[in-house]
């Protein structure tokens, strides 16, 4: 029978795929196995299930004698070290299916709730100065008939480009290779330059994965590069953005708000940001429904399965 190290706790549902055939190991009275523990169980296991807070490097390749497969439950992979699992003969896999439409559907939740101000009220109505419900208020900015850019236009790019147009908001985009032709007719999505994309959306969302290529992508230069209504919006990876140079464009109103489900140092946050009323926070929360949790551990498990059993397509990173 293989042997299944999970490094948190892992929804039932989706370890039903998995009982009976495989033996799994899994944190019982507690969220995750520390790093330490993984390190003294790793030799006797097949299979690594890492979650994105994992950091799956060589030290904990090298301990695993007998690993084959890990099987990352999450779609973005930075948590691995690919390369090296390539060079060891380990496969990767991850989700893409089923992290799809929870995170497009949280940043445009995310985008909405920036542009129209919905955490800031939230916060001052509970206060006892409260908000302002005079007629002269004008807090917020309009969605409808603005240009959404989105950088990375992958699955998750393309579900909230699908969103905003139901909004509608124009498409631009820039990814490393240009979409066909069909698809970019499905959201009327126009290719551009990064650097136009930044000078000329008035919403601009960071859909692309952590590589060493994307690391800190966007830092002062392209803040400064950003209208000075722009709201921008992370639901990818903290490591893409320069945390402090994101922190001065927003304190010094360069841009006119962030709304941000991941960060550099997760789950530190930088304190300044918790201070400023232009910014939207959550914590790393995009497919944090108990639905789309239990699609996604059902997925993972698949992959386990698909790998030595050939009776699912399995999501192959390397
Ligand atoms: C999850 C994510 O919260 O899929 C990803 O890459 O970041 C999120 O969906 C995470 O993977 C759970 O470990």
Same mark, same amino acid.
Request: overall charge negative; cysteine-free.
């Given at each position: 029978m293989k042997r299944v190290l999970i490094t948190y706790r892992l929804k039932p549902e989706g370890l039903t795929v998995l009982n009976d055939k495989y033996e799994l190991t899994l *944190?019982?009275?507690?969220s995750f196995f520390s790093r330490e523990e993984v390190l003294e169980l790793? *030799?006797?296991?097949d299979v690594l299930v890492p979650n994105f807070s994992f950091f799956t490097d060589k030290e904990i390749m090298d301990r695993g004698?007998? =690993?084959? =497969?890990?099987? %990352?439950?999450?779609?973005?992979? %930075? %948590?691995?070290?690919v390369d090296y699992a390539t060079r060891k003969g380990i496969v990767v896999t991850n989700i893409p299916k089923t992290t799809r439409e929870p995170t497009a559907e949280f940043a445009f939740a995310l985008l909405l709730g920036a542009a129209r101000r919905i955490g800031y009220y939230d916060r001052k109505i509970? #206060? *006892?100065?409260?908000?302002s419900w005079g007629t002269? #208020?004008?807090a917020g900015l309009p969605v409808f008939g603005k240009t959404l850019g989105i950088i990375g236009m992958g699955r998750i790019g393309q579900s909230l480009a699908r969103r905003a147009v139901a909004s509608g908001m124009n498409i631009i985009y820039n990814n490393r290779n240009r979409l066909a032709e069909d698809i970019e007719k499905q959201y009327s999505a126009r290719f551009v330059s990064k650097d136009e994309l930044l000078k000329t959306a008035d919403f601009i969302s960071l859909n692309a994965p952590s590589t060493p290529e994307t690391y800190?992508?966007?830092g002062e230069k392209e803040f400064n590069m950003m209208k000075q209504t722009a709201v921008f919006i992370n639901?990818?990876?903290?490591?893409?953005?320069?945390e402090k140079a994101m922190l001065k464009a927003l304190k010094e109103n360069r841009i006119w708000a962030a709304a941000l489900d991941?960060?550099? %140092?997760e789950p530190h946050?930088? *304190?300044?940001? =918790?201070?400023?009323?232009n910014v939207l926070l959550a914590?790393?929360?995009? #497919?944090?429904?108990l639905e789309d949790r239990i699609a996604m551990s059902v997925e993972m498990a698949q992959n386990i399965v698909g790998f030595y059993e050939g009776t699912y397509p399995i999501s192959r990173v390397n």
């Open positions: *944190p019982k009275d507690r790793i *030799p006797e296991y004698v007998n =690993l084959e =497969l890990i099987s %990352n439950f999450g779609v973005g992979f %930075n %948590n691995i070290d509970r #206060t *006892p100065q409260g908000v002269y #208020t004008d800190h992508m966007i639901t990818a990876r903290g490591d893409m953005v320069d991941v960060f550099e %140092n946050i930088l *304190p300044e940001l =918790l201070e400023l009323d914590p790393h929360a995009g #497919t944090k429904t």
